[in-house]
């Protein structure tokens, strides 16, 4: 690992605000921190409650705001430190966010310890659709992929 | 499946989203609505390129304007219909607003047909973590489990 103090320095910021998050009751005990060239682009802590928003987990809403403060939706060249390892949510958003490095302290084990079901969650995408707790019903198929096919024609179509 | 007519009318509105989408050119052809007691409570379609945010897909964005509608992050007692199986993100989003039961047309396999990443993000999900594409590096867990130990204290600990 190239540059250890800047990586330590980052990894420390996100888990000052996992720390912050819970000491000032704004929320969960998660952090993260959004890097691109070795600044700093945008830092998020758990906003759950504070935004009523289930999908407001600190990776989320550092990259949200990263994306706002860059005008794109395109984080390449990025990295995310991260106070967990980011949870099936979160980690799909990663991906979609072309982030070029995790950097994670606790584990999805050390969240489910503490009663958070990011395990779970992992254990519920490893079943077969028809196994899992969640009811999933398939329909109108046929119908749907018309909107596929218009896609194909579409001089819009960039990669999103 | 009881009341397959209003199923088909909230699945048809998720469609229509989808193909509005492409036709308008605002977007990818995904569409998304979220259902209480038989009555639509919100709806969207992917705003990804729209609002430059790679997490803005038609189910994560559907969630976040049905939770602002009924003032929660709690969508327990919803279902939500979506014009095509939702990827790794949207359904860590799914489950974590405990909606209740998801209602899909297009699968996985048809997005990738047609250029969306949604497989590859589940092939990488099912491999383990030193495996995938994507660099992920744990630092500084020693530090980083204080937040959780503080969480343990917390007055404010509530289920999120």
Redesign the interface.
């Known amino acids: ?1 190239e540059n250890i103090e800047q ?2 320095a980052f ?2 910021m ?2 000052e605000l ?2 912050q ?3 000032e ?1 704004v ?5 993260a921190v959004v890097v691109k060239d070795g600044k700093l682009v945008a830092k998020s802590a ?1 906003r ?2 504070a ?5 407001a ?1 600190a990776e ?1 809403s550092a ?2 705001l990263a ?2 403060s860059l ?5 390449s060249g990025c990295v995310i430190y991260t ?3 980011p ?21 999805k084990a ?2 489910a ?3 958070f ?1 990011d395990k ?2 992992y254990d ?3 079943k077969p659709m028809e196994e899992r707790m ?8 046929d ?6 096919k ?3 024609t ?3 179509r ?3």
């Not at 929320?27 to 952090?31: E, L, M, R």
């Not at 935004?51 to 999908?55: L, S």
């Not at 969640?134 to 198929?141: F, H, W």
């Open positions: 690992m990586h330590v990894m420390r996100a888990i996992s720390m998050n819970v000491s009751c929320g969960a005990p998660f952090g758990n759950v409650v935004a009523n928003d289930p999908t987990h989320i990259i949200r994306c706002l005008n794109t939706f395109d984080l106070s967990c390892e949870c099936p949510m979160c980690l799909g958003a990663i991906y979609w966010s072309r982030i070029n490095t995790i950097y994670y302290a606790n584990t050390d969240a310890d503490f009663g079901d779970f969650i519920e995408l490893d969640l009811p999933v019903v398939q329909m109108l198929r119908e749907a992929v018309a909107a596929f218009l896609w194909e579409s001089p819009m960039i990669d999103c």
